[in-house]
């Protein structure tokens, strides 16, 4: 295939929908020869942070010298990005022989009436991901999970060096569980006889039941909270303490108070792998995190109004989301453009942004399982008196624009792929 005939094979693999469940995957991947078991991987599961903590350990890891795959999800323009090596995403052309390649064992199990449905779009790219780094012969594989975490299609891999758990909420309540408790046995599902797991959850609630979870699994539990802390100074740096290692001069590019805790759990993580025997050093540390980039997460992509673009999906990222707004100027009056998921808590997250907007526009992802943005203005009408309905997330950009001042701030939230959206919007000009 040609990268234009893999948009639409994977394309086409979504009529397939969302089924979580291994057995699926694990055919597949036993045909391609186990390639989830040939690179060293560090498996990052949780609900808020995953992206984020996934980007500090890459860009550190590249910085020390190591070929570094990471898979993420969702991606935000292409599909490529998905799958980077060295913190940058594949080529099309990269990514469309690694798709044939996956392809042609899908066809042959199918052929011999092994597989018994078509695989997913996330089970496809994870296969091609795992496929990828093998076949670059990468030092680490970062492999985010997509949902939950037990059964998700990540959750192939043997012995992962390690595995990460990073703050847990409510999310997917219908396949996770209606509890965080509930939801954090499912997220510890990743964990692995003798395999460390780190976490910066800090509800005592929901860490016991990923203890008990994780201890059920003949696992470790690193609690990174109990031995890391940061300090700010007042050009903005970081002092960060982890374990018995203080690394001086951070300078944090990802905004948002919540960010450090990401950076804490992601340098307790390079403590572990220390620990391993891997070599990493401050100056790689300093650089790395200095180097990171995550787009979608709190991205101001222009001024005047400002345009500020977030993927809060879930009460915790929108609590998140507001910490940073709150310490934003109050000049001006924030205009709120918002589309989200079906399977979200939605009812918590406008909870939360819309004492905030002067004025809220609801649209939605180009994606099935987008939210009718009749339906959100509906569950918003008893909390707020000026809502617009527009559809096509373009044009409720474009008539947010209009109607801001210079000194406004236009928010884009709810969903990673409405800011996916409005961001091609705004490259196609």
Known sequence: MNYPETLQYTEGLLGSGMKLGLENISLLLERM???????????????????????????????????????????????????????????????????????????????????????????????????????????????????????????????????????????????????????????????????????????????????????????TLIEARRDSSIEMDDDGNATARVRRMTYKNLSIPLPGRHQRENLLLALRIVEQLKIQGFEITQDHVVLGVEQTRWPGRLEIVRNHPTLLLDGAHNPAGAAALAAYLDTMPKNGKLLLIFGAMKDKDIAGVLKTLLPRAAQVFFTRAAVQ?????????????????????????????????????????????????????????????
């Open 33 to 219: 020869g186990s390639p989830q078991n040939q690179v060293p991987a560090i498996h990052v599961g949780g609900s808020n942070g995953k992206g984020s903590v996934c980007a500090f350990l890459s860009s550190i890891l590249v910085q020390a010298g190591y070929r570094v795959g990471l898979s993420t999800s969702p991606h935000l323009v292409n599909l490529e990005e998905r799958i980077a090596l060295d913190n940058n995403p594949i080529s099309p052309e990269m990514l469309a022989e690694a798709a044939t390649h996956v392809r042609g064992r899908v066809e042959a199990l199918q052929a011999e009436r092994v597989l018994e449905r078509t695989p997913t779009y996330y089970e496809f790219l994870i296969a091609t991901a795992f496929h990828v780094f093998h076949e670059k012969r990468c030092d680490f594989q970062i492999i985010e999970v997509g949902m939950g975490g037990r059964l998700d299609a990540t959750n192939t891999m043997k012995k992962p060096l390690l595995c990460v758990v990073t703050r847990i909420d409510m999310e997917h309540s219908a396949h996770l569980g209606s509890t965080l408790e509930q939801i954090a046995v499912e997220k510890a599902g990743i964990a692995r006889p003798g395999v460390p797991v780190v976490t910066y959850e800090g509800r005592e609630e929901t860490l016991q039941a990923l203890r008990d979870a994780v201890r059920q699994k003949d696992a």
């Open 369 to 429: 399982r987008s939210e009718d943005p009749e339906n959100l203005a509906r569950m918003a009408r008893p909390l707020h008196e000026h809502i617009t309905v527009v559809p096509d997330p373009g044009e409720a950009l474009e008539q947010a624009l209009a109607q801001a001042e210079q000194q406004d701030v236009v928010l884009v939230a709810g969903s990673l792929i409405l800011v996916g959206d409005i961001h091609r919007h705004l490259a196609a000009g």
